[in-house]
């Protein structure tokens, strides 16, 4: 018998059963994908075709899954909660700053640039926040933070240079 009729078969018997076993666990439409999971995995399981597959492996599947899903939304919001922690601390940071000249500069030059890289540089630079946490904070990639930080720090660079300049030439 090959494989997939293994499954096939196990779905039809059992697919109600570990459904309303998901469904005690977790909402009915994370019930539904766990239950589809359960019998997807089993098409990866090693000599399937020599194993006695038992309504209690499929449900402990099941189990497994649910729990997995818990943990990973767990680990998710006590990220985003140290994340808007550290912000609101970096946020404080910069608002206690001095308003001295140069900074006034700063604060003229980081307005100049485009929303993206302004951000890229507050948060990395201003704010003291590492890559990765930038980069979930404005929901990109690390490697286009990056990009967003280079540009706007040269072009903050070449504000600069370009004022020396003017200044020299004005005196």
């Given amino acids: 018998?090959?494989?997939?009729?293994?499954?096939?078969?196990?779905?039809?018997?059992?697919?109600?059963?570990?459904?309303?076993?998901?469904?005690?666990?977790?909402?009915?439409?994370?019930?539904?994908?766990?239950?589809?999971?359960?019998?997807?995995?089993?098409?990866?399981?090693?000599?399937?075709?020599?194993?006695?597959?038992?309504?209690?492996?499929?449900?402990?599947?099941?189990?497994?899954?649910?729990?997995?899903?818990?943990?990973?939304?767990?680990?998710?919001?006590?990220?985003?909660?140290?994340?808007v922690e550290r912000m609101r601390e970096a946020q404080a940071r910069v608002a206690r700053s001095s308003e001295a000249p140069q900074d006034i500069a700063l604060k003229r030059c980081l307005d100049a640039l485009p929303d993206h890289e302004r951000d890229a540089v507050r948060l990395t630079v201003c704010a003291e926040l590492s890559l990765k946490d930038a980069s979930t904070a404005l929901g990109v990639r690390v490697t286009t933070l990056t990009n967003w930080k280079?540009?706007?720090?040269?072009?903050?660079?070449?504000?600069?240079?370009?004022?020396?300049?003017?200044s020299v030439n004005a005196a």
Avoid at 27 to 56: G, H, Y
Wanted: charged share 30%.
């Fill in 1 to 83: 018998m090959s494989r997939a009729l293994l499954v096939e078969g196990l779905a039809d018997r059992y697919y109600a059963r570990v459904l309303a076993f998901a469904r005690q666990l977790t909402d009915q439409a994370t019930a539904e994908d766990v239950t589809q999971e359960v019998f997807a995995r089993l098409m990866c399981v090693e000599a399937l075709e020599d194993r006695t597959i038992s309504v209690s492996y499929l449900l402990k599947a099941a189990h497994n899954l649910v729990r997995g899903l818990h943990r990973k939304e767990v680990r998710a919001t006590r990220s985003r909660d140290l994340l």
């Fill in 150 to 166: 280079y540009r706007g720090l040269r072009k903050i660079g070449e504000h600069v240079h370009r004022n020396e300049s003017e």
